[in-house]
């Protein structure tokens, strides 16, 4: 191939890649917006008899209720599962674009969440409320399954799930001898009490994407298809997006590509791919968020950055009921910090928590300077690094938003401590003690 016809070649593969993301995007923004259009066409009388058992169910509980009283760690989200519920039953079977679109739900000062939910489906309280900011994706999977269940069946299938998930991720690492991976993410998982997460649907759609995308990360690297990871993270950053309300969101990034990391540890890792894909991943949760709102613009035919605009300067500010927090912002984010850190386990179990944490941190350090190698990857480690530090950014440039919800913010550590252990796995190498006592080179 001449000279010329090579740069056409390359120039031509530039061009290609845009276009196959950008055609990637929309279709699966057209998909994701067509399942939740059918699942909001299915009749309220189909629903009824599950939903007023779910709101009698969820209004016969505490809004954040403890699995275990006192650690942050495990408190329960009923709050948001009410108003997604009752945004779902809300849903007009007649102007069903512009329902799903406006996501109206009933609310009342007089009454918390779960008392709302209860009283539009029970006593026919119509919507007055809209979230529309938000894609509330969840619902193409939520609305059918309550046409067979209630809400306290859908927490037990979450766990199944999430239980069958994790399983097979374990599974497929211990096959492959990955067993420093496998215990980071049995780790991470700890750490940020996933057993908890069923018992809220808010938590479990993040979780499962997680899971999955560790999954389908693991396929990828065995069949080396590098050229398909920025797409893959392109999808991932619309499906996090459509499917989460502001949770933990950055974990669906982070966990995958540690993962990749570590798994592709004999290639050398390059700055560029990882960042590409990073990049990629932002796109494609910014452009379903930029999409929803140009959306209902369009079916609307109003502007609904007003609306949205005041949201985002509450998350990026706002107060916290006339708290001095708000008055000192590096006070502000230091205590956003401290509530998401401190609900990290052991921490989250008070002095005694504390005490086995540092206690866990030394014999770390004493390991670390012990069974060190000298030829660890500086370049992977420091990648590893800026994944783990994502989550502290996460909290600070949302710090309202990380403080009053800290409860489950927090659970984007997960990504910390997975790359916590894997940085140790990388600076002692494999076998680490019979290496010492001069077994293995």
């Not at 999955?212 to 069949?223: D, G, K, N, Q």
């Not at 006070?331 to 944490?357: D, E, K, Q």
Request: net charge positive; proline share 3%.
């Amino acid at each position: 191939m001449g000279r010329q016809a090579y740069r056409k070649e390359l120039q031509r593969k530039k061009v290609k890649k845009p276009v196959k993301y950008i055609a990637a995007f929309f279709a699966l923004a057209l998909f994701l917006l067509l399942i939740l259009y059918l699942a909001a066409k299915i009749p309220r009388e189909m629903i009824r008899d599950n939903c007023l058992a779910s709101a009698e169910y969820l209004n016969a509980l505490d809004l954040f209720g403890y699995g275990i009283e006192g650690v942050e760690a495990s408190k329960n989200d009923h709050y948001a599962d009410s108003v997604l519920l009752n945004i779902g039953w809300n849903f007009d079977e007649t102007y069903t674009l512009r329902s799903i679109m406006l996501a109206a739900y009933y609310y009342s000062p007089e009454n918390y969440e779960n008392g709302n939910f209860l009283a539009t489906v029970r006593d026919g309280m119509g919507a007055n409320q809209q979230y529309l900011r938000y894609w509330h994706g969840s619902l193409s999977i939520v609305r059918p399954l309550l046409v067979i269940m209630p809400v306290q069946g859908i927490y037990i299938l979450d766990a199944v799930v999430l239980a069958l998930l994790f399983a097979a991720l374990l599974i497929r690492l211990i096959r492959k001898r990955e067993y420093t991976a496998a215990l980071s993410l049995s780790l991470a998982l700890a750490a940020t009490a996933w057993w908890t997460v069923p018992f809220s649907l808010e938590y479990t759609w993040v979780c499962m994407i997680v899971l999955a995308a560790c999954l389908i990360a693991i396929r990828l690297s065995e069949e080396e298809r590098e050229e398909r990871y920025g797409l893959f993270f392109l999808l991932l950053g619309m499906v996090t997006n459509y499917l989460d309300f502001l949770t933990s969101e950055t974990l669906t990034l982070t966990m995958p590509l540690l993962l990749l990391l570590w798994l592709e540890r004999k290639k050398k890792s390059s700055f560029k791919n990882v960042l590409k894909a990073a990049a990629l991943w932002l796109a494609g949760y910014a452009g379903m968020w930029v999409l929803k709102w140009i959306l209902t613009g369009v079916v609307f035919g109003e502007n609904p950055m007003p609306y949205v605009m005041g949201h985002i300067e509450q998350r990026l500010g706002g107060n916290i009921r006339g708290n001095v927090l708000s008055e000192s912002l590096p006070v502000f984010m230091l205590a956003a910090l401290y509530r998401n850190i401190s609900s990290l386990l052991p921490f989250g179990f008070g002095a005694v928590g504390t005490i086995a944490a540092a206690v866990l941190l030394v014999a770390v350090i004493v390991f670390v300077i012990l069974y060190h190698r000298k030829d660890y990857d500086r370049n992977r480690i420091l990648l590893m690094a800026m994944f783990a530090l994502l989550p502290f950014v996460r909290i600070l440039v949302l710090h309202n938003h990380a403080y009053i919800h800290s409860f489950f913010v927090f659970r984007a550590l997960a990504a910390t401590v997975m790359a916590g252990v894997l940085i140790l796995g990388e600076i002692t190498g494999p076998d680490p003690f019979r290496r010492k006592h001069g077994s293995t080179s």
